[in-house]
């Protein structure tokens, strides 16, 4: 690995610090987006049940605002939801800012490593079949091996930034759809939470 990175050249080694940062960006992604994590699918029929059966405390709403994602979206409207329902669509809105900008970390910097990997990859090409000519001009043509050898040496930067960029990409669409798919998730369960939970007080306030 160490001879295959120093035959491509100085290149070679932001390419492996990209390919480093990439990895490092996937796993920790991978950890960071499960919809488990973000999304928890029995968490509105908990606070739905608890508000039915008058069980809903500060304590618990408190305990769901350390917590990631939905859970944190769902503790803003109940704090707020005793001030309407546009007080608590906005307190909503503005929790759940907050928690997309967190599902977006990293999402910049791996687009651009999609970006530039390749860019890098085709200036160590560049640059390597320079030194192939500046070879090629003061010894000539007839060594044949030497001039392969330089040829091979200055594609194998382009060859590493796609190995880079091809990864970084797909990962970086796979991400991005699932980001879209968890935030049209939160906000269908917000939604449910704020119509039932003033509509149901809509509701009392007509029959009083």
Same mark, same amino acid.
């Given at each position: #690995?160490?001879?295959?990175?120093? @035959? ?52 618990y709403i ?25 007080? #608590? ?17 990293? #999402?910049? @910097? ?10 890098? /990859? ?10 192939v000519f ?28 796609? /190995? ?21 998730? #939160? ?11 003033? @509509?149901?007080?809509?509701? @009392?306030?007509?029959?009083?």
């Open positions: #690995m160490l001879a295959f990175i120093q @035959t491509g050249g100085f290149f070679m080694w932001p390419l492996l610090a990209c390919s480093i940062l990439t990895l490092a960006i996937i796993i920790e992604r991978f950890w960071t987006l499960r919809q488990s994590h973000v999304a928890p699918k029995g968490l509105l029929s908990d606070v739905m049940s608890r508000l039915r059966d008058d069980r809903m405390t500060i304590e408190r305990s769901m605002q350390g917590q990631a994602g939905l859970a944190s979206i769902f503790a803003a409207g109940l704090l707020n939801s005793k001030h309407g329902r546009s007080s #608590m669509k906005e307190s909503i809105q503005e929790a759940a800012s907050h928690v997309i900008h967190e599902l977006e970390r990293f #999402m910049n @910097t791996l687009g651009t490593i999609a970006a530039i990997s390749p860019l890098l /990859g085709l200036l160590g090409t560049v640059v390597g079949m320079i030194k500046s070879v090629l001009m003061e010894s000539g043509a007839g060594n044949t091996a030497l001039l392969a050898g330089g040829i091979s040496e200055a594609l194998l930067t382009t060859a590493a930034g796609l /190995g880079v960029a091809i990864p970084a990409l797909i990962f970086h669409r796979f991400f991005s759809r699932k980001i879209d798919v968890l935030v049209v998730t #939160m906000e269908q369960q917000s939604t449910k939470l704020i119509d039932a939970l003033h @509509t149901d007080r809509e509701k @009392t306030g007509v029959a009083q």
